[in-house]
C-alpha cells in the first residue's frame, strides 16, 4: 500500500453527464490525497470511462458539476496550472501510432531549434529508452508504435505521463492500464506506482482485475449505473464484496464439464512467422485448447497466423482437411474459421459502423434475397437475436460500436463470429478489459460453442482463465512449443512455472505436442 495521505489534491462533486437516452454519471463525488491510491471499480458501462474523459475535459459535465485541483499547501490551482498536475493514461492510451516512441514521448515537450541536430536526435532515443527500461522493457524505440505489442504500447503511453513532472504534487489517472499484462509486467509497474504515490502524488486506478485492485489501492469506490454504490477502505474489502458491489449479485463460476472432443478441424505442422518457430499443433472440435506464455513467447501472435492476419513464413495450416494459403483471411473464413483479436478495436470491428453491420458483416449471404438485396427485417430480426444472447448493453443495434463500453464492444465482436456457426473460433484475450458480468457472459458463449462442437483455441495472459476453460494447454517459450498440459496437470501455479521455464522438464514438452502420442508427465 502506499504511504499515508496528507492532503487533498483532487476533489470532484456533482459530477454528472447526460447523453441522448442514456445518463452515463449521476451526481458523483471523487476525493484523491497526496499519496493515496484510489481504485474506481463498475462494469462497463457503469461511468468509470466516462468520469474519467470529464476529468481530463473531453467531456462537458451537465451543470452544477465542481472540480478543485491543490497543490501540496493546499491553494486551490486554476487554469493550466490546474491542468499540468492531472496526467491520463485512457483505455485507448493517446498514442499517435504513424509515430515511434522516441516521436510520441516528445509530443507536447518544447525542444526548439536544437532537436534537429544528430546529437540531440541520439540523446532523444537514449532517453525514451532509460524511461521505458524503469518499467522493465526493451523494445526498439524508432519502431512505429503499430508495430508494438498491447503490452508495450500501454508502458509507453504510462512512461509518457510520468515523464516531466515539476512536483510530487501530482494526480496520475490510469484507466484499464494493465490489460495486456502478465503477472511480472503488472509487479514492475505497481512499484512504480507506488513509488509515484510514495513521493506525494496521488493515484486514481480504474481495474477490471479485482486482485490487483485489492493489492494496490487504498480506498476503492465502486460505480453501478453512474452511480457511487460504495467507497471503503480497500482493507475492508475481499474480491467477492466487490464482485457483489460491481454486478449487484454474486457472480457463479464456470463449470468445467467432460466432453468427449471430435476428429480434428484445424491442424498445424512447422508453423513459422513472427516469433513462431516451427510449431505443430491439432485441435479436434468440441474441445477448448489454450495457448500461453509471457510477452514475447508467440502466444500473441499465434492466432493472428493461423487465420491470416499475420502473414506466415512458413509451415501449413489444414482447415476441416483444406489447407489454407498465407495470408488468406477470406478463405479461412469461407472454411470455417472465425477470429477474435486482441485488440477488438482497430483489428476487430468497424469501430465507425453500428452495432446490426458489425455484426451481420462476416456472414451476409443467410440476409440477401434475388439479385443480392439485402432484407432488412431479416437482418433486424438478427441483429436483435444476438443482442439478447450475448445480453447487449444497451439493447440498440443502430447504437455506433465507438460509444459502447469495452465489454459491451467484444460481445458484438464474438456474436459477430458465433452467429456464423464456426468449426474453429480463434479468440487472442477474450475477457480483456471487461467487468466481470460481462467476463461471465463471454465465458459462457466460449463453453457454448465448444459443446456446439467448435474447436476453440484461447490464446490468454490469464492464467485463471485457462485453467477455468481449457481442455489442454500449450505452453510457448521464445516461439516454440515447451510445454503441454492436460486438464488434470492445469492449476495457475503449474502455468507460470511452465512461462518462465521453472517447469518440472525444464522447458522440455512435458507431454507429447497436440498432434502426437501423449507420454506421461515426468
Known amino acids: 500500500m502506499s504511504a499515508p495521505s496528507t492532503g487533498t489534491l483532487l476533489s470532484a462533486s456533482g459530477l454528472s453527464k447526460t447523453f441522448p437516452g442514456l445518463k452515463a454519471l449521476d451526481n458523483v463525488g471523487l476525493q484523491v490525497s497526496s499519496g493515496e491510491i484510489v481504485a474506481v471499480v463498475g462494469h462497463n458501462g457503469s461511468g468509470k470511462s466516462t468520469l474519467v474523459k470529464i476529468l481530463a475535459g473531453v467531456y462537458e459535465p451537465d451543470p452544477g458539476a465542481q472540480v478543485e485541483i491543490r497543490d501540496a499547501s493546499g491553494q486551490v490551482l486554476q487554469g493550466q496550472a ?35 541536430l544528430p546529437a540531440r536526435a541520439a540523446a532523444e532515443r537514449r532517453r525514451a529508452e ?8 526493451r523494445f526498439d524505440v524508432l519502431a512505429p508504435i503499430s508495430r508494438l505489442s498491447p503490452a508495450e504500447r500501454a508502458i509507453l503511453a504510462i512512461a509518457r505521463a510520468l515523464d516531466g513532472w515539476d512536483g510530487p504534487d501530482n494526480v496520475l489517472v490510469l484507466d484499464e492500464p494493465t490489460t495486456a499484462f502478465r503477472e511480472s509486467e503488472v509487479k514492475r509497474l505497481f512499484e512504480a506506482i507506488r513509488r509515484v504515490a510514495k513521493s506525494g502524488a496521488g493515484i486514481v486506478f480504474i481495474s477490471h482485475r479485482l486482485d490487483e485492485v485489492l493489492g494496490l489501492a487504498d480506498r476503492v469506490v465502486a460505480l453501478r449505473d453512474g452511480r457511487i454504490v460504495a467507497d471503503e477502505p480497500a482493507g475492508q474489502l475481499n474480491h467477492d464484496q466487490i464482485v457483489e458491489l460491481i454486478a449487484g449479485h454474486a457472480i457463479a463460476e464456470v463449470e468445467h464439464s467432460a466432453q468427449t472432443a471430435g476428429d480434428p478441424v484445424l491442424e498445424v505442422s512447422g508453423l513459422r512467422g513472427g516469433t513462431i518457430r516451427d510449431l505443430d499443433l491439432s485441435l479436434r472440435a468440441g474441445e477448448i485448447l489454450g495457448v500461453s506464455g509471457v510477452l514475447g513467447s508467440g502466444r500473441e501472435e499465434l492466432s493472428g497466423l493461423l487465420f491470416g492476419a499475420i502473414r506466415r513464413d512458413g509451415g501449413t495450416v489444414t482447415l476441416s482437411r483444406r489447407p489454407l ?64 444472447t450475448v445480453g447487449l448493453r444497451p439493447p440498440d443495434p443502430e447504437r455506433p460500436l465507438r460509444l459502447l463500453s469495452g465489454g459491451n464492444q467484444q460481445k458484438v465482436v464474438l456474436a459477430k463470429w458465433l452467429r456464423t456457426e464456426p468449426r474453429v473460433l480463434l479468440l487472442d484475450e477474450p475477457s480483456q478489459g471487461v467487468d466481470v458480468g460481462a467476463k461471465a457472459t463471454i465465458y459462457e458463449l466460449i463453453v457454448g460453442a465448444r459443446e456446439a462442437g467448435t474447436g476453440v483455441l484461447i490464446c490468454s495472459s490469464e492464467t485463471k482463465e485457462l485453467v477455468s476453460l481449457c481442455d489442454r494447454v500449450l505452453v510457448l517459450q521464445q516461439g516454440r512449443l515447451a510445454c503441454e498440459l492436460p486438464r488434470d496437470s492445469l492449476s495457475e501455479e503449474r502455468l507460470v512455472r511452465e512461462e518462465l521455464g521453472l517447469g518440472i522438464n525444464n522447458g522440455r514438452p512435458s507431454v507429447g505436442q497436440a498432434n502426437s502420442k501423449e507420454s506421461e508427465i515426468d
Open 82 to 116: 490546474a491542468r499540468s498536475r492531472l496526467h491520463f493514461i485512457h483505455q485507448d492510451l493517446g498514442l499517435v501510432e504513424t509515430l515511434n516512441a522516441v516521436e510520441n514521448l516528445g509530443i507536447g515537450r518544447e525542444h526548439g531549434w536544437r532537436s534537429l
Open 130 to 137: 532509460q524511461l521505458i527500461a524503469r518499467f522493465g522493457a
Open 325 to 388: 494459403s498465407p495470408g488468406d483471411m477470406s478463405a479461412a473464413i469461407e472454411g470455417g474459421m472465425g477470429f477474435v483479436p486482441a485488440d477488438r478495436r482497430r483489428m476487430g470491428a468497424v469501430i465507425d459502423m453500428n452495432v446490426r453491420e458489425n455484426l451481420t458483416l462476416p456472414f451476409m449471404r443467410p440476409l440477401r434475397r434475388r439479385f443480392g438485396r439485402l432484407d432488412g427485417h431479416a437482418e433486424r430480426a438478427e441483429t436483435h437475436r444476438w443482442t439478447r
